[in-house]
């Protein structure tokens, strides 16, 4: 199927799965982010600050997550040339820069009272800023050039330049010495903690892909509405 | 600053984004039908 004729099919039904997946995303959200204040005790150390994981580690696994999402839709556009690869690609990207600022604003309000101030240029900080700069990069270049094609193959080189930043944002707290702490994971965390880092995880990850999904659904009907203009401006010649 | 005032400022943050990315996408997709449907063919311009 064409774009032209995917994105006509797109914009005419509502989609009505997925609107119910979204409720569904935000209720279990609200669902884990009350258990998990609910159930967990005070840290040894840092007391109810502790709480403050159940967000910020979400919201940077999806960080991660969301620029390999465009890393894969970014090849697999340059390899096919498939117009819906590269929406879907940005659509992850936008996606992505909004997680990337959560985590940093997030970032920097557990950071002013454990460390003592709102930012330091560590490399785990710094990284996860870097990647940050590439994505808004990214959403930057597609508003600047008008051409589709070349649109698209610009930034898929920089979907992948910002993906190969995600393992380096991962390792920065092993390969530097730095202030922030290890990897957080169920495997790492206080076992008291698990069960909300977990359901918070899945809300997070359930909420991104609503976002990836609805923002790929509107860049198909801007598209089908270029279509059909330029079909009817065509159309209009003709006669 | 209590502890529990960086806690709540955190999920403060955190619904503020996800809630303004949601109405983003609202407007953008509103926009789009709005763009669709008066290029659609036999509509009128």
Redo the contacts between chains.
């Keep these: 199927m064409t774009t032209a004729a995917l994105a006509t099919k797109v914009a005419r039904p509502r989609t009505r799965a997925w609107t119910v997946f979204g409720w569904f995303a935000f209720l279990f959200l609200i669902a884990s982010q009350a258990t998990a204040i609910a159930i967990s005790p005070p840290d040894r150390d840092m007391g109810d600050l502790q709480k403050i994981m159940y967000v910020h580690v979400p919201s940077a696994w999806m960080t991660m997550l969301a620029p390999l999402t465009v890393l894969v839709f970014a090849l697999r556009y340059l390899w096919k040339r498939r117009e819906q690869d590269d929406l879907l690609a940005a659509s992850a990207a936008e996606v992505a820069t909004t997680f990337a600022g959560l985590t940093l604003m997030l970032g920097m309000i557990w950071a002013r009272p454990t460390w003592g101030v709102w930012w330091t240029w560590d490399a785990r900080l710094t990284s996860t800023l870097v990647l940050f700069l590439i994505l808004a990069g990214y959403l930057a270049l597609r508003a600047l050039v008008d051409d589709r094609e070349r649109r698209a193959q610009w930034s898929a080189a920089v979907g992948i330049l910002g993906a190969i930043n995600v393992p380096i944002v991962y390792m920065s707290v092993r390969w530097w010495r730095t202030i922030h702490q290890m990897q957080s994971s169920p495997a790492t965390v206080d076992p008291a903690y698990v069960l909300g880092l977990r359901l918070n995880a899945f809300a997070f990850l359930f909420v991104m892909v609503f976002f990836i999904h609805r923002r790929y659904e509107a860049a198909m009907i801007e598209r089908a509405a270029e279509h059909a203009a330029e079909a009817a401006a065509l159309g209009g010649s003709s006669t | 600053?209590s502890?529990?005032m960086?806690?709540g400022?955190?999920?403060t943050?955190?619904w503020v984004?996800?809630l303004g990315?949601?109405l983003h996408?609202h407007r953008?997709?509103r926009r789009?039908?709005e763009?669709?449907e008066?290029?659609?063919?036999g509509r009128a311009p």
């Design positions: 600053m502890n529990w960086f806690v400022a955190a999920f943050v955190t984004v996800v990315y949601l996408l953008v997709m789009a039908r763009e669709f008066r290029a659609r063919p």
